[in-house]
T-cell receptor, first 113, second 112 residues
């Protein structure tokens, strides 16, 4: 089976840095995605990691450790518009998976002034 | 502009009624997906299609049906057999099943 864990909610201050963790136990591994979802809107793609290490994209970075089944999304210089839900999704190949990502429950990030 | 559209944005269903949610994409993507999102839950896969005229059940297919007669379109019917249909429904597409998924704006279904 597939199990993906994220904190339910986090709060942070505008201008600060926040790290959102995701741990997973899956039957095989073929990549990890992070999506951002504002309330009532579609998830938008943020990042994809398939190899260990850090991927940086502007204010957002994503890290992966396959041996630990662990990823984090790092948001720097937080802005009020970063208040959203952040979804971690893991893709697994057959036979344990189907290459279609399994999503975690999401982490609701609240940024306050 | 290329993208994925879903309609309507809000949909109301009466007891015993079937309703159909539309999903259209002009990204030339082969694969399309339907997810259901409930408060505090992750996205759960209802159905997916890798190519035209072919589709597979996801994790929670009971009470739903789909068709894939055209590459661009993947409508979802919520049947009266679905006893708890109130949710936010998201359609997604990807170039192939191993590629990144891109999502439409969603349809919120409410039961009267």
């Amino acid at each position: 089976g597939q199990n993906i864990d994220q904190p339910t909610e986090m709060t942070a201050t505008e201008g600060a840095i926040v790290q959102i963790n995701c741990t997973y136990q899956t039957s095989g591994f073929n990549g990890l995605f992070w999506y951002q979802q504002h309330a009532g809107e579609a998830p938008t793609f943020l990042s994809y990691n398939v190899l260990d290490g850090l991927e940086e994209k502007g204010r957002f970075s994503s890290f992966l450790s396959r041996s630990k089944g662990y990823s984090y999304l790092l948001l720097k210089e937080l802005q009020m518009k970063d208040s959203a839900s952040y979804l971690c999704a893991v893709r697994s190949p057959p036979p344990g998976g189907s290459y279609i990502p399994t999503f975690g429950r999401g982490t609701s990030l609240i940024v306050h002034p | 502009d290329g993208g994925i559209t879903q309609s309507p944005k809000y949909l109301f269903r009466k007891e015993g009624q079937n309703v159909t949610l539309s999903c259209e994409q002009n990204l030339n993507h082969d694969a399309m997906y339907w997810y259901r999102q409930d408060p505090g839950q992750g996205l759960r896969l209802i159905y997916y299609s890798q190519i035209v005229n072919d589709f597979q059940k996801g994790d929670i297919a009971e009470g739903y049906s789909v068709s894939r007669e055209k590459k661009e379109s993947f409508p979802l019917t919520v049947t009266s057999a679905q006893k708890n249909p109130t949710a936010f429904y998201l359609c997604a597409s990807s170039m192939g099943q191993r590629e990144t998924q891109y999502f439409g704006p969603g349809t919120r279904l409410l039961v009267l």
